[in-house]
């Protein structure tokens, strides 16, 4: 039997401005009222990033925590993963300050891969370094795989040790210079992980509902938000991201998946099984 679906929400990102949409949130107040929202309509996880005051992407701890704690007061079981990836042009120091907020989970991207007209490099010493780190302070990583490559670089931190527990996923699909997001690839992606692990899609741009459905009705989880795609139909930009968090509930209501609680998550992920 299939998981009840988690859903993850992308909540404002590192490249969204105001100028592509008037709806991303940018202060901790605002990032924390739209998680909110999200959690009432059914995302479980929120994938965070944050802000500076001139709506730019930091990741200075001060702006995470304060994030954070707003996020906990108003959804105290949410599960919180906090971006390690930062933006394209931020250091490895600056990127792992997000650490400091004591989140559930951390991204960890697994491979350097072209980012549009960018590269967000990741070496291998780099993600040993971050995997290490989050697990001396007990966050679980969840592997952000922007290509195929990627999944075998996140076993080798498993191999080494410095992953241990249960393995989650992420399959980022439709970035620019990153795996193209369709049903073959989603498969070659499903199929090269370990037995036994979980994985979510989050296709990027206009394939954001079309990759979520193969992942309901494959077994996988969602992540869906304005990070990854602005509109909620061709040409008609999302409210907020409860709009897409509430698409995605009623497309797992008419394919039969039910949706996971933040409690439901958590053990599906066996995050209460992690020393913290
Ligand atoms: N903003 C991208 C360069 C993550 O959050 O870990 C990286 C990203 C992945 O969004
Ligand atoms: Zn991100």
């Not at 980012?115 to 995997?131: H, L, Q, R, T, Y």
């Not at 679980?140 to 191999?159: Q, R």
């Not at 304005?226 to 709009?243: C, H, M, Q, T």
Request: aromatic share 6%; net charge negative; hydrophobic share 40%.
């Amino acid at each position: 039997m299939m998981d009840k679906l988690i859903i993850t929400v992308a909540v404002c990102g590192a490249e969204v401005t105001r100028n592509d949409t008037p709806y991303i949130p940018i202060t901790p107040e605002e990032i924390a009222q739209q998680t909110y929202e999200s959690y009432l309509a059914g995302a479980s996880i929120v994938h965070l990033h944050v802000r500076d005051e001139n709506g730019n992407p930091t990741q200075d701890p001060r702006i995470f925590k304060k994030t954070v704690s707003l996020i906990r007061e108003k959804c105290p079981d949410m599960i919180i993963q906090v971006s390690t990836g930062g933006a394209v042009w931020m250091t490895p120091e600056e990127r792992l300050q997000s650490l400091e907020a004591d989140p559930d989970m951390a991204t960890l991207t697994t491979g350097t891969v072209n980012f549009g007209n960018d590269v967000f490099f990741n070496s291998m010493p780099m993600i040993e370094k971050f995997a290490s780190i989050m697990k001396e302070k007990g966050i679980m990583p969840e592997f952000e795989c922007f290509d195929v490559g990627h999944i075998n670089n996140a076993m080798t931190l498993v191999k080494k040790g410095l992953v241990q527990g249960h393995l989650h996923f992420d399959f980022v699909m439709g970035v620019p210079g990153g795996i193209a997001a369709n049903a073959r690839n989603l498969v070659t992606m499903v199929d090269s992980i370990p037995p036994g692990s979980t994985w979510s899609v989050a296709g990027v741009g206009r394939h954001e509902f079309s990759m979520a459905v193969m992942a309901i009705v494959m077994g996988g989880h969602v992540r869906v938000g304005l990070e990854d795609n602005i509109y909620i139909e061709k040409g008609v930009l999302a409210k907020s991201n409860a709009e897409l968090v509430e698409k995605v509930v009623r497309l797992a209501k008419e394919l039969g998946r039910p949706i996971a609680t933040a409690k439901e998550a958590r053990q599906i992920l066996r995050l209460e099984e992690r020393n913290r």
